[in-house]
């Protein structure tokens, strides 16, 4: 199973050098993936949970930042909420840092959930799920052919290496998984129940093969063996706030059943 780590993104008052410096821990460490959060002007302050809002430094500008510190680690959103977004762009966006940062980006994106948010930016809510499939669909053929739909031409095209990532619970994320995905990433659930959705999803996307992820916190580390017999093949996970975040993640890197793999991966 591939380890991840989700960077604490939830104060105005965190230090970007400080986020890097856990992203550069989390390398060292061994660990696959570092992520970060996306709101863009969410109705409610930003705060660590239960508030549900992270994301105060756009994400897709700090993992650059943290791609000049870092040389192995992958680079990934968790998740971008994509009808927010202007798809030409957020190609680019996604596409120039996967070649700055060496094949390391996985652009997760998801579709949102918080109406309030959507209605500040003056964006239909009741749409996003169709605006989003279409943006994936432009995306990919961008990618693929290094053409807009209305002419132009796209560059940097995006080495094989960047994986798309799509998370959600209902079965259109679910077939947007399987459609676009290269990993679905299930949020919420518990180990137990993430083996109908991941199997629905394994199902629709046959033979091509898409990756189950799942996010939990810290102090959910006894459950590891539980989500790794439920067939997950990658684990993010939030240590909490800034203060002794890195030492929590590095307590979680000693744990039996996780170092191993840890070390697989080229970690301490």
């Known amino acids: 199973m591939r380890f991840q780590v989700v960077l604490p993104d939830e104060s105005p008052d965190t230090e970007p050098s400080l986020i890097s410096d856990i992203a550069v821990a989390a390398e060292q460490l061994g660990f696959d993936t570092v992520y970060l959060p996306d709101h863009l002007l969410p109705p ?14 756009e994400p897709l ?6 791609a000049a510190r870092t040389s192995t680690v992958r680079l990934a959103t968790s998740v971008l909420i994509a009808p927010l977004r202007e798809p030409v762009l957020l190609a680019k966006q996604a596409a120039t840092l996967d070649r700055l940062s060496g094949g390391r980006l996985t652009l997760g994106v998801g579709v949102g959930w918080n109406e309030p948010e959507f209605a500040i930016l003056g964006s239909d809510f009741a749409t996003r799920g169709r605006r989003t499939d279409e943006m994936l669909a432009q995306i990919e053929e961008l990618f693929r052919t290094g053409r807009g739909r209305g002419g132009g031409v796209f560059e940097p095209r995006p080495t094989p290496s960047l994986r798309i990532l ?33 199997a629905r999803v394994r199902e629709l996307s046959a033979p091509r093969p898409v990756s189950v992820a799942a996010r939990i916190d810290g102090t959910d580390a006894d459950e590891v063996e539980q989500w790794r017999a439920a067939g997950v093949d990658e684990l993010a996970v939030w240590f909490g706030e800034t203060d002794g975040f890195v030492d929590r993640m590095t307590e979680f890197a000693q744990r039996p059943d996780v170092r191993t793999d840890l070390r697989a991966a080229g970690g301490a």
């Open 44 to 57: 409610g302050e930003y705060g660590p949970p239960p508030r549900p809002f992270g994301g105060v430094y």
């Open 61 to 66: 500008v700090t993992l650059a930042y943290i």
């Open 166 to 198: 799509v998370g959600g619970r209902s079965d259109a994320a679910l077939r947007r998984a399987a459609r676009f995905g290269d990993v679905w990433q299930g949020v919420g659930y518990r180990p137990a129940e993430i083996a109908a959705p991941a």
